[in-house]
């Protein structure tokens, strides 16, 4: 009898260990309390990413003011990989990068900046270079051994494989490193990656890739303006938050398809919807003016703000449109949006942004400096075309 029972009571404990259960949620790792920011090969120089471009990438954001506004990772993108060793391990492309990739982390180190890498969940990347896929803890193995801070994981050649299950199995292999490596989900939104991958990522893209064009996709079909990209972002606000974040893209400011309003218009969106903002142009040759929209340090501070809430759009008239982000300690940005051919003029009132109806405050315009203090129902402002203002509001 009390061996039947013991049968029973081991059947009956061993039933839950047996039911197909959800994996239990992974722990935050900690990483990207605000935003990512650094440098991405892709943009500009696509397969044609080698030590040399990366070395100078690094020694011009060390340089250049941009490390000291928070510019931290710096990221090299698909075609650096060669072949796997007799063992498996991944190695870099011998041509573009013949001292090796730990030779160059710690170069990138020593410049004071976080070194990035990446791979697909693939059996091979998007550029046909090797994948990770059946390699996930040899690779990550690897990277944490030649220090990587950072990896862009992307989507290419993974047939029927499940994203949730993918995504999560390099999580856990980075987690089993022991080495802090934030990790960059580039699924292009296809699985709605901000319904379940809030620890698994740090990041996840939200739309296919960027082209450096205003408005609409490019002929590939598949490339996507930065109008384009900011509807589909937008709506995505309440997912995003410290440590997970909704990533827009990298940047194509500087890289010569758009205006300079287009392109500060751009910078300020992504500032907007707290995106990571990584850089994706050439840093070692840059104008002034590409180097001032990258640097203007309120406009960063807004994407940075610690309280991690993602703008959104608030109003919308034609062309027109009102955006909000709020701050720490009760302060607002306010975008103005026009994506029209002539200038227009635009308002809020101080109620739409949560605020009294009447409301003593002080705004700055973050692209022209001017600050404004009084008392007010709202404010108004004309905005020219294809460009933004973007205020900050302390009540
Ligand atoms: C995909 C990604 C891009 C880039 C390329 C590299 O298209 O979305 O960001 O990494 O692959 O091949």
Redesign the pocket.
Known sequence: MRVLVAILLGLLLAVPALADDPPKPLDANGLALTPPMGWNS?NKFGCDNSEKTVRAAADAMASNGMRDAGYKYLVI???WQGKRDANGFIQPDPAKFPSGIKALADYVHSKGLKFGI?SDAGFQ???HRPGSQGHEYQDALQYARWGVDYL?Y?W?STGTRDAREAYRTMAEALRATGRPIVFSI?E?GTAKPWLWATNTGNLW?TT??IWDHWAGPNSNGYSLGVMDIIDLNEPLWPFAGPGHWNDA??LEVGNGGMSENEYRAHFSLWAMMASPLMAGNDLANMTPEIRAILLNKEVIAVDQDALGEQGRRIDRQGDMEVWMKPLTGGARAVLFLNRGETPGTVGVKWGALGYPKRLKATVTDLWSKQVWHGQSAGLERTVAPHAVVMLRIEP
Do not use: E, P
Request: charged share 40%; hydrophobic share 20%; with cysteine.
């Open positions: 892709w993108d698909d075609c990446y990347t998007c550029a862009k992307d290419c580039c292009w893209r296919g890739d893209d990298m």
